[in-house]
């Protein structure tokens, strides 16, 4: 035992000493905090205004797109400013703020709907609408609420317009038809040619033709006119479309709020042609039945489910995840240093000191310590920095960091890391014993990375059914166990399911182990070709390592 310890502490502090080790470890904040951080940068700022014309050939729909977009940039602006607002109120008026603008509605930040807030917000006075349309708009409220505030709050700098709305070129007229408005922009679209807006010369992003005929499709129309309409479209016919035109097809941002402006709008329109009162209508609209989730299986008085739940029923995909590329970094880690030290005669030096099975076991004992060491870094910097992320999804944060350090979740992924690192582990210790190069072990690696990928492919669909067929079966193969049984862990599987399969796992692991030894000792020592199957079946024979 002395002579195991001894080997793996060896392992742990060569591999604590190398770039491998430290780029582990620093990967998933890193990670994190691009997910977070650079993901808003790029959403905020690296993406640069969009430019994009409009040509209404009916004269009914540019004011109200101009409108639209303005009230969906205002309705932005005030949600910065309340994020802003949180971050920089002092610990004192942050569990229970005392500013309270009477002309901006709540933002609930969970299920933000910008049409409904700013319907709110004009209800309450459209003037403040001004705040956020002119530079410097919030420049009142931050002074009003500076008592309030950190000192190095500073101000607050209202957001950027994501897209932004330019005049047709000298040139063109809107009263052209839209086959040769197209034509004539097609080269600013495809950045041949550039649109000169307030002194500077800006990139074309997108064209939108109304065509003058675009209503008549939704009139009224009698038994006759829908029969003409349909042979028509039998013909081949196409009803006039809107055109939008762009070389961009992946943002999508931009033709969404069009179309669902222009449908708000061309509803409203045919109420009033119809004879419907648009608002009476909109009322209806806003009525919502309130659907209370409730768990059976918790206490009574405490069924409804909360935020909370909902996080910790997906929590288990990420812990998979993060259970597959950790377990995969310690395994690679472990068949590296193998075949290096085979490669370079470490292997016989070692040998000549301890016996192969003190040799593997302090291997797997030191990688094991290398993969926690890693796993537990990972889990503080994540704590560390949801901690240090202050902002009104407060509520969100604390959940999160309930489900991380949840006392069923944590025991079970680390239980299941350290079952599906020693079976792992076996394996690649194995194949590393058995090959000279890693050329010779990529062809070895293939069949068990295909094995692998399995758990991957279904951690999104388990736990949509984590008592299914296909959850059952996949928990009872010992190399998917601790993968599905993670992702399983959240909903309470069965007793049967949770002890029958970490027994066999156990048995397993034993079993791999054994094998494992029988293989890593006949073929560490081992130069040339690696064996071939039926020899490594002869070495797996009782009494064959006598």
């Known amino acids: 035992m002395r002579n195991t310890l001894l080997v793996a502490s060896r392992e742990y502090a060569e591999n604590a000493r190398t770039k491998g080790f430290w780029i582990g470890i620093l990967i998933f904040p890193v990670m994190l905090v691009g997910v977070i951080f650079v993901t808003k940068w790029l959403a905020e700022d690296a993406t640069p205004t969009r430019h994009y014309i409009v040509v209404d050939q009916t004269g009914s729909y540019s004011d109200k797109v101009d409108s639209r977009m303005d009230l969906r940039y205002a309705a932005g602006a005030f949600k910065d400013f309340q994020g802003w607002m949180q971050k920089n109120l002092k610990e004192e008026f942050k569990s229970n703020a005392k500013v309270d603008f009477e002309s901006i509605p ?31 708009g919030f420049d009142d409220l931050v002074e009003e609420a500076r008592p309030q505030l950190v000192d190095e709050a500073g101000d607050f700098e209202s957001p950027r317009r994501k897209f932004l709305r330019v005049p047709l070129p000298d040139d063109l007229s809107e009263t052209a038809t839209p086959k040769e408005i197209a034509e004539h922009l097609k080269p600013y679209l495809k950045g041949d040619k550039s649109l000169e807006v307030d002194g500077r010369n800006v990139d074309l992003f997108a064209l939108v033709i109304i065509p003058s005929d675009i209503d008549k499709q939704f009139e009224p129309k009698d038994t006759v006119q829908a029969i003409a309409d349909g042979v028509k479209a039998l013909a081949g016919f ?16 931009l033709p969404s709020i069009l179309s669902s402006t222009l449908d ?16 009476l209508v909109a009322e209806v609209q806003k009525m919502k039945i309130q ?13 409804e489910v909360s935020q909370a739940d909902v996080l910790r029923e997906n929590a288990p995909i990420g812990f998979v995840y993060i259970l597959w590329i950790s377990i995969m970094q310690v395994a690679s880690m472990l068949l590296n240093n193998t075949i290096e030290e085979k490669s370079n005669r470490i292997i016989e030096v070692l040998l000549s000191s301890v016996t192969s099975w003190e040799l593997m076991a302090g291997k797997l004992l030191g990688i094991a310590a290398i993969g926690i060491t890693i796993l537990m870094c990972w889990l503080a910097s994540a704590g560390g920095l949801l901690l240090y992320w202050s902002s009104p999804e407060a509520t969100m944060i604390t959940s999160l960091l309930d489900v991380i350090f949840d006392d069923t979740l944590l025991p079970a992924f680390i239980f299941y890391f350290l079952g599906g690192y020693l079976i792992y582990a076996g394996i690649f210790l194995a194949i590393g014993s058995l090959c000279n190069t890693i050329k010779e072990a990529q062809n070895f690696m ?19 059914d984590p ?35 970490s027994i066999l796992m156990i048995f397993s692991i034993i079993g791999v182990l054994w094998m494992c030894g029988k293989i890593f000792r006949a073929g560490i020592l081992r130069t040339g070709q690696p064996p071939r199957f039926m020899e490594m079946l002869r070495w797996l024979r009782p009494g064959s390592d006598k």
């Open 106 to 136: 709540p933002i609930n930040m969970k299920d933000f709907d910008a049409d409904q807030f700013l319907e709110e917000m004009m209800a309450k006075n459209k003037d403040t609408l001004d705040r956020a349309l002119h530079p410097g």
């Open 238 to 253: 196409e009803p006039p479309k809107v055109q939008y035109w762009s070389t961009n097809l992946a943002d999508t941002d």
């Open 264 to 279: 708000r709008e061309m509803r409203h329109s045919q109420m009033v042609a119809r004879g419907m009162d648009p608002n």
């Open 291 to 303: 659907v209370k989730k409730l768990d059976p299986d918790k206490e009574e008085g405490k069924e």
């Open 446 to 464: 293939g069949p068990v990375m295909m094995i692998m990928i399995v758990p991957l492919l279904t951690m999104a669909f388990i736990p949509k």
């Open 467 to 501: 008592h299914g067929t296909l959850a059952t079966v996949l928990s009872w193969i010992p190399i998917y166990t601790p993968f599905v049984m993670m992702n399983r862990a959240a909903a309470d599987p069965p007793a049967f399911d949770l002890y029958g399969t």
